[in-house]
């Protein structure tokens, strides 16, 4: 019971401390930006990588399947630009989606510091990788990493929701011991064993 009792009345230990809200938010909005920037550099992108590698390689197929789903669907030439922007994106958002649980369980074995900081880290070099890039096939390397490291939205939003879990259980007082003398009194009775109980029974058939 004393064990009990010191241990309830001594102070819970101190926990790592918590990430902050503006960093999360920050987190949050690099992904974000990370996935739209480059939706108005399509037309540029294309002309660019087309003066650089030519018509060859992986750039070539993207270009032939525009080009044969724009005749298909009788678009101009503009729709192929389009096409090429959407497979760009796609690219970009399923390494988002299939990353997004493989760092949310990582995150629940050691931590949403560390995976935030390492996804962000990630993140930049991607970022790095795409602005020194000088061929398409880099570009495409900095659109997966991007995305593999994109996908730590589930763990910002977890932290988020950790955050205020942790805030609500602190504002909530403990609740007090129970100090009802009649129940513990009945606990006792009902405890007892059969030779007791007669006994009880009998003092009260006395007194009546």
């Not at 879990?165 to 009945?186: D, L």
């Amino acid at each position: 019971m004393s064990t009990s009792a010191s241990s309830s009345a001594a102070p819970a230990s101190p926990g790592k401390r918590p990430l902050s809200l503006g960093v999360i938010f920050l987190t949050l909005f690099i992904d974000l930006v990370g996935f739209s920037i480059i939706f108005p550099l399509f037309p540029e992108i294309l002309r660019h990588y087309l003066e650089v590698d030519g018509d060859s390689g992986l750039l070539r197929v993207l270009i032939g399947w525009s080009d044969a789903l724009s005749a298909a669907l009788g678009q101009d030439a503009n729709f192929k630009v389009v096409l090429f922007g959407g497979l760009l994106s796609s690219i970009y958002a399923l390494l988002q989606f299939f990353c997004a649980p493989l760092w949310g369980m990582l995150s629940d074995r050691i931590g949403r510091r560390p995976v935030l900081l390492w996804t962000v880290a990630g993140t930049a070099a991607s970022y790095v990788i795409w602005t020194v890039s000088g061929s398409f096939w880099l570009f495409i390397l900095a659109r997966l990493l991007g995305g593999a490291f994109g996908g730590n939205l589930s763990v910002a939003t977890a932290a988020v929701a950790s955050r205020g879990c942790g805030s609500v259980a602190a504002s909530t007082p403990p609740s007090p011991a129970p100090r009802n003398r009649r129940r513990s009194k009945r606990l006792r009775i009902i405890r007892s064993s059969p030779l007791e109980l007669r006994a009880h029974e009998d003092e009260g058939q006395g007194i009546l």
